[in-house]
């Protein structure tokens, strides 16, 4: 599962959402979680990071942001860690790399949150995890929240949808959509996962609570996976209802891999 939680859980006005995102993640009970927006996730010796895992019955491999905010890959026993690293500085908030002993074999996950505001920088920033982690013959998944619209699909009404400031997110300077992020995953061999397993609606902003001015009704948040992930992927929906209306701006995405 991957959610973006909205600044650590944590509203301006102090509205505590960290429960909620606990209850949610309780429910669906993923066995690997990835997270992005952990604003102060890193203070007091990652307590707050240390507190959810432990709400949650995971285990945290947290990654710190220089200009933005931390993001985590979490995994629930009997599941390892074997080997784990960091993007600290080359994207505007941060990826987390954790490689995970299965039962068949190695799994490497990269949590990752690309560039809100600048589609060529966030094309940027995909270039680089793609060169960098992706190695389309071995079992790769890289979850997060993307911030790019993919290129396959009409993004006429979703577009429309959002309002006129946060638009050009998503555009080229002369209108046309700017889908290279998400190309650039797809050169590398990565799969949409949600082309071949995902179900319902796939939109994952706005949440009816949350972002509902700053976003259209899109995709935003993505599952992608080399062809042995993507080959054992079913049953992927966009988590909706009860307190995930509430717990962000974003829903949690969720899929099983047959690994």
């Not at 102090?14 to 009970?29: D, G, H, M, T, W």
């Not at 707050?48 to 890959?73: D, F, N, Q, W, Y």
């Not at 990826?95 to 940027?124: C, D």
Request: proline share 5%; with cysteine.
């Amino acid at each position: 599962m991957t959610w973006n939680i909205k600044t650590g859980g944590v509203d301006r006005g102090q509205r505590f959402r960290l429960p909620a995102i606990a209850e949610v993640i309780a429910a669906e009970k993923p066995d690997i979680l990835c997270l992005q927006e952990l604003r102060d996730f890193t203070r007091n010796d990652e307590r707050r990071m240390t507190e959810l895992a432990g709400a949650v019955g995971m285990t945290a491999h947290l990654a710190r942001s220089l200009i933005g905010m931390p993001v985590a890959v979490l995994i629930r026993d009997p599941l390892v860690f074997t080997h784990t690293a960091s993007v600290t500085w080359r994207l505007h908030h941060a990826a987390a790399v954790a490689v995970i002993a299965t039962t068949s074999g190695p799994l490497t996950v990269v949590s990752a949150h690309l560039n809100p505001f600048s589609p060529y920088r966030r094309m940027r920033e995909a270039r680089w995890l793609a060169a960098r982690y992706v190695d389309s013959s071995a079992r790769v998944v890289v979850a997060g929240d993307l911030n790019g619209l993919d290129p396959v699909s009409d993004h006429t009404e979703a577009l429309a949808s959002q309002h006129a400031l946060f638009r050009k997110r998503h555009l080229y300077p002369d209108g046309r959509v700017d889908s290279r992020a998400l190309a650039a995953f797809g050169s590398a061999g990565l799969a949409d996962l949600w082309r071949s397993a995902g179900s319902g609606d796939g939109r994952t902003v706005p949440t009816t609570q949350g972002g509902g001015r700053e976003f259209g009704g899109m995709r935003l948040d993505y599952v992608l996976a080399t062809s042995s992930v993507a080959e054992r992927a079913h049953d992927m929906r966009v988590v909706r209802g009860g307190p995930a209306e509430h717990a962000s701006d974003h829903y949690p995405v969720r899929v099983d891999l047959d690994l």
